[in-house]
């Protein structure tokens, strides 16, 4: 069965909103777009290419398949190639038309949706997305979560963690890498149960 990717960039405070460009989206009068640019380095670079290996398919909501649709395709490069090869999915509760090659739209009934793409596909990411996201967080219908924390704070701005986040333990999958320009790499897999709770004046102290 496949897995779901959730690869996500976002500030210290937890805004992930239009990291790529001033106009990715200025929804909210965010005024802060492409706020991830000044923050690029070789090790994030290197390990963005590095966390794609083995995908086989992109599952985007509506807004950032319309970004990525309008660039990709006219680029070249690894990522482009990567992109533009591989089959395309996209989350709307309207019926967009789908230019990019290979792209189809995701049903009504999510749940239902990501089944199908486990069982056709090894490795689903879903990048940005933000509005998609919350509906995944809140059913818990994915498998890994990578984030990129930048040592900012924008103080407003889409979040990650929105309101639709249900407790959810999530386990590291690896060390955490940290780039010469702050950025902090974190990769999760979903746990099973919820955060538990206990008494810290009953912990004693090690040492």
């Known amino acids: 069965m496949g897995l779901i990717h959730i690869d996500l960039f976002t500030t210290l405070d937890g805004v992930a909103q239009a990291p790529g460009g001033p106009e990715e989206d ?3 009068g965010f005024e802060f777009g492409g706020w991830q640019a000044p923050l690029i380095d ?13 995908m086989d ?21 690894e990522i482009a190639r990567l992109f533009n090869s591989i089959p395309k999915y996209v989350a709307s509760r309207q019926a967009p038309v789908l230019e990019w090659a290979d792209s189809t739209l995701l ?28 509906t995944l967080f809140a059913e818990r219908l994915f498998d890994r979560l990578t984030l990129w924390v930048y040592p900012i704070l924008l103080g407003k701005g889409k979040k990650v963690f929105a309101d639709g986040v249900v ?3 999530l386990t590291i999958i690896e060390p955490v890498v940290v780039s010469p320009k702050g950025a902090v790499l974190q990769r999760y897999a979903l746990a099973e149960g919820t955060p538990g709770v206990g008494d810290m004046s009953e912990v004693e102290p090690e040492g």
């Open 42 to 54: 070789e090790v994030v670079g290197g390990q963005v290419q590095s966390g794609m290996a083995g």
């Open 167 to 169: 407790p959810t333990n």
């Open 26 to 28: 200025a929804a909210v």
């Open 107 to 134: 049903g009504a009934d999510v749940a239902a949706g990501v089944s199908e793409l486990r069982d056709r596909h090894q490795n689903i990411h879903v990048i940005g997305s933000l509005n998609f996201v919350q």
């Open 57 to 77: 398919a992109l599952l985007l909501g509506r807004r950032t398949y319309d970004i990525f649709a309008a660039y990709w395709p006219h680029q070249n490069g």
